[in-house]
């Protein structure tokens, strides 16, 4: 089903599809799914919880030629991990323990369209190598059954996770990533769009009033400013609860920026430090610091697993009654230490230098500090 894309007005294929938006963000966006739409290519949408990742996905299945099978929408997050594969792939009758039918799955029964499979990030390691295969070449494996299947299935997948940081931690397979980025439409959050805010607070309104026959007698210009530098963590979404919420509420009333303020839940300006720079360059001291703090946490959590690591060992040691007393008195007796990281900070100090005989330089390698921040640590916790 592999077709040239035909480009046509953006603005019409948006009005087609419902889609808000004129900033430069989504005009690439819109140009993106016109060019995708008609093909096969899997499409891969990310970005944040509400930014409109499935009206995206729609727009692309409905401008598809395969637009007269509907669309099924599968949500990976929402379907327990033990039923995922059955639920994409069927079963065969007996496979397991409750499946006295044997059962279509969506690949099956969406044969010819399209899936919309959302939340991709939640699909058990276990079962991506088999979506990895219906994706390659359609085919799959019922569970319970050795009969390789095929369908025709074009997939549209959605996440709001990092999948790369996903894949960097393992839980991800890197084989799958590269094969759904084939098309990646990264929508960005509404805060770094806020000139589509105003379209989309009249398409709320038009909806609303629709749908209800509410009054609006309009907005300040300074009432939508302060929409417009709102950080909206939740979005498209929440900006249309926000919307819908006014217009109950300030039935009739014109709209001042201080009965905007009443409908966002704790204010922050979207340029709140979010798109400014990660300092890097902490102080040399602070740096330390953090080292010496954190070699002290790894030793903390030493200590305790130890301690549990004894504690299971008094069950299961066969040995003398003595150490099983003792291990038993461990276990009940020894609790967590309770120590300010600053007493632990002395204590790790007072015992380097104490094994290195007072010699300053070996006490401070073996900290892995320098030897100018021992000499301040000993001053400052009066060691000297
Ligand atoms: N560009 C847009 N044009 C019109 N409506 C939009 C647009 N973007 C988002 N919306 C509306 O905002 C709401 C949230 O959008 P949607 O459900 O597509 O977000 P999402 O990214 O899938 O969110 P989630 O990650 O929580 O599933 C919907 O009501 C949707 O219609
Ligand atoms: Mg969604």
Redesign the pocket.
């Given at each position: 089903m592999q077709n040239v894309a035909m480009k046509s007005d953006p603005r019409s294929f948006q009005e087609e599809h419902?889609?808000?938006?004129s900033s430069v963000e989504?005009q690439k966006i819109i140009e993106v799914v016109e060019q995708v739409a008609p093909t096969d290519i899997t499409v891969l949408i990310s970005?944040?919880?509400?930014?409109?990742?499935?009206?995206?996905a729609k727009a692309i299945h409905n401008a598809s030629q395969r637009s007269h099978i509907p669309l099924i929408t599968v949500n990976s997050g929402a379907i327990p991990e033990g039923i995922i594969e059955s639920e994409l792939f069927g079963h065969e009758r007996g496979s397991f323990t409750g499946a006295s039918e044997k059962r279509k799955g969506y690949f099956e029964l969406v044969d010819g369209g399209t899936i919309f499979l959302?939340e991709i990030g939640e699909i058990p390691l276990s079962s991506q190598v088999k979506f990895l295969r219906v994706l390659e070449n359609g085919e799959f494996l019922r569970v319970g059954s050795s009969i390789p299947r095929k369908v025709d299935v074009r997939v549209i997948a959605?996440t709001?996770k990092d999948l790369e940081s996903e894949v960097r931690h393992g839980r991800f397979r890197a084989d799958l990533f590269f094969r759904l980025r084939s098309v990646n439409i990264t929508?960005p959050p509404l805060r770094n769009r806020p000139d589509d805010i105003p379209l989309?607070f009249q398409?709320f309104v038009d909806d609303f009033f629709e749908k209800k026959d509410v009054k609006f007698a309009g907005i300040s210009e300074e009432a939508m400013q302060f929409l417009k530098s709102y950080h909206w963590p939740g979005?498209?979404?929440e900006l249309?609860n926000v919307v819908e919420s006014m217009l109950i509420l300030e039935s009739g009333k014109y709209i001042h920026t201080e009965d905007v303020r009443k409908y966002l839940k704790e204010y922050k300006p979207a340029s709140d430090g979010r798109n400014l720079p990660v300092p890097i360059s902490k102080s040399v001291e602070e740096a330390e610091r953090e080292l010496i703090l954190r070699a002290l946490l790894d030793i903390k959590v030493n200590i305790l697993e130890l301690r549990n690591q004894l504690a299971q060992g008094a069950h299961v040691i066969q040995g003398s009654d003595m150490l099983k007393k003792e291990l038993m008195y461990f276990q009940d007796n020894v609790e967590e230490p309770v120590m300010s990281l600053q007493e632990m900070e002395r204590k790790m100090i007072v015992e380097a230098l104490g094994r290195s005989k007072g010699n300053r330089r070996v006490a401070a390698r073996a900290l892995n500090i320098s030897e100018r921040t021992l000499y301040r640590k000993i001053k400052e916790y009066s060691l000297g």
């Open positions: 419902g889609i808000i938006g989504m970005g944040e919880s509400g930014v409109g990742k499935e009206i995206i959302d959605a709001n929508i989309f398409k979005n498209v979404r249309r």
